[in-house]
């Protein structure tokens, strides 16, 4: 078993070494990137703000152009149809992104407040790392996607963006609370 490990990581960095001996930029999602640079290599970490989208599988377009809203405007955005690999676990996955955001974007829509499943785990598992967040410090970003309800839970103590009836308006005040936080001194 030991052997199979080095092996593996003996494979990667052997890839690495040659995409960068292309003059390729190998980036880690997350992290940052490698680059060849003059005699040796360069890593730059990734400044970008780390933001986990949670939706249900019903409004995957929905979550997917705010992913890209969201990449447009500098951020790094997670969500499983984008980031999951094949083979790769995805409940270790989710919990892995999660814990490293800096905000969780919560997609709410009629779909998504009446069924069971992923995105209920996904908001549980936002709502615990909530906790841990200062008060004054914005995480969790709830979207409604449509004219839902959102959960009590979550109403109670988080303002809400409406992504509707015009979606440009939303992004820009979702995109705006998250560079507010990014200045402000109580974020560091």
């Known amino acids: 078993m030991v052997h199979a490990k080095y092996t593996s990581l003996d494979t990667i960095a052997r890839i690495i070494r040659d995409a960068l001996g292309r003059g390729s930029t190998v980036d880690i ?3 940052g990137s ?3 640079n003059g005699k040796g290599y360069s890593f730059t970490a990734s400044s970008r703000p780390r933001v986990f989208i949670a939706y249900a599988h019903e409004d995957s377009a929905s979550a997917a152009a705010i992913f890209d809203a969201l990449t447009a405007a500098g951020f790094d955005p997670w ?3 984008r980031k999951l690999r094949p083979g790769q676990n995805w409940k270790r ?3 892995n992104a999660l814990e490293r955001a800096d905000f969780v974007v ?3 829509s ?3 407040t009446r069924k069971r499943g992923g995105f209920q785990f996904e ?3 936002a709502l615990d790392c909530a906790r841990r967040v200062p008060l004054e410090v914005t995480f969790l970003l709830p979207v409604r996607l449509d004219d839902c309800k959102v959960p009590f839970a979550v109403a109670r103590e988080t303002q809400y963006v409406d992504l509707f009836p015009d979606w440009t308006l939303g992004i820009r005040s979702l995109v705006a609370a998250m560079r ?3 200045r402000s001194p109580k974020a560091a």
Request: overall charge positive.
């Open 180 to 182: 507010q936080q990014i």
């Open 106 to 108: 919560c997609c709410f």
């Open 110 to 112: 009629r779909s998504s």
């Open 79 to 81: 969500m499983d149809q």
């Open 29 to 31: 999602d997350g992290l």
């Open 123 to 125: 908001l549980r598992l």
């Open 34 to 36: 490698f680059r060849r």
């Open 93 to 95: 996955a989710i919990e």
